[in-house]
C-alpha cells in the first residue's frame, strides 16, 4: 500500500509539477481521471506516468477525445512499455545509489546506523527487450554453492512492477521487461554498522559571557583513492549570534542567520584527510544558548565509484528477438542520509 501511494503521488506531480493543496484543486478533473485509471475497484492498475499521458492529457478539452483511444500498453501484460520503440544506439545506464544514516553521540558512539540503497535505470533499448540484472546477493551465493565472502545480504528488497516477483523468489534472478527511459528498478536496505564516513569533533568556547567560539574537526574515513565531492557541514549556532568571523583550512564558511546555521562547504574531501574550521559570534547572552539546547551538525556529501555495503553488479544481460547489440554502464555513487553529530561542548573559559 506504501509503494501504490508513493506512485500515485509520483504520477500526481509528472502532471502538476508541484504538488500541493491548490494544484489538486485547480486540476480537480484530471485527478478524478487519473484516479479512475490509476485504481480499479480499490487495486493498482496501471500506475506509469508515461503511458497515462498517452491519453490523459493536461488539456482539459481533450480529455473526453482522449479516452476514445485507449494505448496498446493498458490492454497489454505489459502496460508499462510500449510497443515499437525505436533507437539507434541500445544502451542501458545503471546507478547504484547508497544513502549512509548516521546518528552518532556526543561522545562518538554509532547509536543508529543503517544504508538505504536505490538501483536506477535510464533505459534506451528497441522492441521489448528481456532483462536480466546479477548481484553479489548473498542468498543467490549461498544457494550456488559460491564463496559469500564478497556477497551482500539484502533487506526490505523492493521492486518496480516490471521485475518477475516470482522468478525472484524462486531463484534470486531479478528478470524484467523494462518501461522506456528513467525508473526506479529495485531499493534495499542493510541494518550493519557503519562508521562515519566523514568524522566531525566539534566544541565550542564561551569568552566573558559575550563572545563565542566554535571549532569543527572533520576527518575523511574512507579509502584515500575515493573523494567525498560538494561536502557541506551545517553546523548550529546560538540565535541571537552576530558579528561573525571564519577562518578555515580548506573550502569556505558562510553564516545564514535565518537557519541559525553555518554552512562549511569543502568542494573535494580526499579520504584520510582532515580539515579544520573555526568560527567566531559575538553573543550578549551566552546563558539564553542553554534554555535553547544543542541542536545536532549536520554532514551531506557525495562519493562517486564508491558502495559502503560492498554492492556490485556482476552482469547485465539484455535479450531481444531481433538480437541487437546493446551496452551496460554502471556507476556507483555513496551519498549522506540523514547524519547528525550532537555537538561536542568544551569546557567553559571566561577571558577578558
Known amino acids: 500500500p506504501r509503494q501504490s501511494c508513493t506512485q500515485v503521488l509520483d504520477v500526481f506531480s509528472e502532471y502538476f509539477k508541484e504538488l500541493e493543496e491548490e494544484s489538486i484543486r485547480d486540476n480537480f478533473v484530471i485527478v478524478y481521471e487519473l484516479l479512475d485509471e490509476l485504481m480499479d475497484f480499490g487495486f493498482p492498475q496501471t500506475t506509469d506516468s508515461k503511458i497515462l499521458q498517452e491519453y490523459i492529457t493536461q488539456q482539459g478539452n481533450k480529455l473526453e477525445t482522449g479516452r476514445s ?203 584520510g584527510k582532515e580539515y579544520l574550521m573555526r568560527a567566531h559570534f559575538g553573543l550578549p547572552s551566552v546563558e539564553k544558548e542553554e534554555v535553547e539546547g544543542r541542536p545536532p551538525i549536520a554532514v551531506k556529501f557525495e562519493i562517486p565509484y564508491f558502495t559502503v555495503s560492498g554492492i556490485q553488479v556482476r552482469y547485465m544481460k539484455i535479450i531481444e528477438k531481433s538480437g541487437y547489440q546493446a551496452l551496460p554502464w554502471v556507476r556507483y555513487i555513496t551519498q549522506s542520509g540523514g547524519k547528525r553529530i550532537p555537538m561536542r561542548w568544551g569546557a567553559t573559559q571566561t577571558r577578558e
Request: proline share 5%.
Open 69 to 271: 483511444r485507449v494505448p496498446p500498453t493498458v490492454t497489454n501484460a505489459v502496460s508499462w512499455r510500449s510497443e515499437g520503440i525505436k533507437y539507434k544506439k541500445n544502451e542501458v545506464f545503471i546507478d547504484v545509489i547508497e544513502s549512509v544514516n548516521l546518528l552518532v553521540s556526543a561522545n562518538g558512539s554509532v547509536l543508529l546506523s543503517e544504508i538505504v540503497g536505490t538501483i536506477k535505470l535510464k533505459v534506451f533499448l528497441s522492441g521489448m527487450p528481456e532483462l536480466r540484472l546479477g548481484l553479489n546477493d548473498r542468498v543467490l551465493f549461498e544457494l550456488t554453492g559460491r564463496n559469500k565472502n564478497k556477497s551482500v545480504e539484502l533487506e526490505d528488497v523492493k521492486f518496480h512492477q516490471c521485475v518477475r516477483l516470482s522468478r525472484f523468489d524462486n531463484d534470486r534472478t531479478i528478470s524484467f521487461i523494462p518501461p522506456d527511459g528513467d525508473f526506479e528498478l529495485m531499493s534495499y536496505r542493510l541494518n550493519t554498522q557503519v562508521k562515519p564516513l566523514i568524522w566531525i569533533e566539534s566544541v565550542i568556547e564561551k569568552f566573558s559571557h559575550s563572545r563565542v567560539e566554535i571549532m569543527v574537526k572533520a576527518k575523511g574515513q574512507f579509502k584515500k583513492q575515493s573523494v567525498a565531492n560538494s561536502v557541506e557541514i551545517a553546523v548550529p549556532v546560538p540565535s541571537d549570534a552576530d558579528s561573525p568571523r571564519f577562518k578555515t583550512s580548506v573550502g569556505s564558511a558562510k553564516y545564514l542567520p535565518e537557519k541559525n546555521v553555518v554552512i562549511w562547504n569543502i568542494k573535494s574531501f580526499p579520504g
